[in-house]
C-alpha cells in the first residue's frame, strides 16, 4: 500500500515541521512508515508523529511517477544472487513497462513492488551499484559484461560507478 506521512518535529524548543511523501508498497511500509522506523532511531530529544494514509497502489505509483523529476542526478542500485535490481526481476512484464516512469511488479519473494522503469533508471546521469557478498559473483560478472538478459544488465544510464566487496568480486 502506498504510505503518505506528515511528521511534526520539536528539538530545542523549535517546532519543525516537514511533510514528504513516501510511497512504498511493502507490508511493513503500511504497518510501520518510515516514521516509526525513524523515531526508534533518531535521538529521545526528537520527537516524530507520523500518521498514515492508505492509497491504492496504481493511485501511488502513478502519484510518484508524477513527482519524478525529469532525470536524477544519481540513483544508487543493488544486485541481486539473479541479476535483478530496483525490483526489476527476471521474468516480470515490468521489465517490458516503457511508457511510464513508476510501475507495479508482480508477486516476488511474496511481495508485490513498485519500481523505477528502465526509463527512468536509463535516464539518471550516474548509478551507482553497490554490490556485496559471494552469492553475487556471477550476477556481477554479468553485469559488467554488459548481458542484457539479467534486468541489471538492462540498465543504461550515462555513466556507472560499481563498488564491490572482495566477495562478490570473486576474490
Not at 502519484?63 to 516480470?92: C, K, M, Q, W
Not at 538492462?154 to 563498488?163: M, P, T
Request: glycine content about 10%.
Amino acid at each position: 500500500m502506498g504510505v503518505a506521512e506528515t511528521t511534526s518535529c520539536a528539538r530545542e524548543g523549535r517546532t519543525v515541521r516537514t511533510t514528504w511523501q513516501r510511497f512504498g508498497t511493502d507490508d511493513l511500509d503500511a504497518q510501520h512508515g518510515a516514521g516509526a522506523t525513524a523515531a526508534n532511531e533518531w535521538p529521545d530529544a526528537l520527537v516524530i508523529t507520523a500518521t498514515s494514509v492508505r492509497v491504492p497502489r496504481e493511485a501511488a505509483a502513478a502519484d510518484y511517477a508524477r513527482s519524478l523529476p525529469e532525470s536524477f542526478d544519481l540513483i544508487h542500485l543493488g544486485l541481486g544472487p539473479d541479476g535483478h535490481t530496483a525490483s526489476l526481476v527476471p521474468g516480470d512484464p515490468v521489465l517490458e513497462v516503457m511508457d511510464c516512469g513508476v510501475a507495479l511488479t508482480g508477486i516476488y519473494q511474496g511481495r508485490k513492488r513498485m519500481t523505477l522503469t528502465y526509463p527512468t533508471l536509463n535516464a539518471a546521469k550516474q548509478v551507482l551499484w553497490l554490490v556485496t557478498g559471494e552469492d553475487k559473483v556471477d550476477a556481477l560478472r554479468r553485469l559488467r559484461a554488459g548481458d542484457l538478459s539479467i534486468p541489471a544488465g538492462r540498465v543504461a544510464a550515462a555513466s556507472a560507478l560499481i563498488i564491490a566487496d572482495a566477495a562478490a568480486a570473486g576474490r
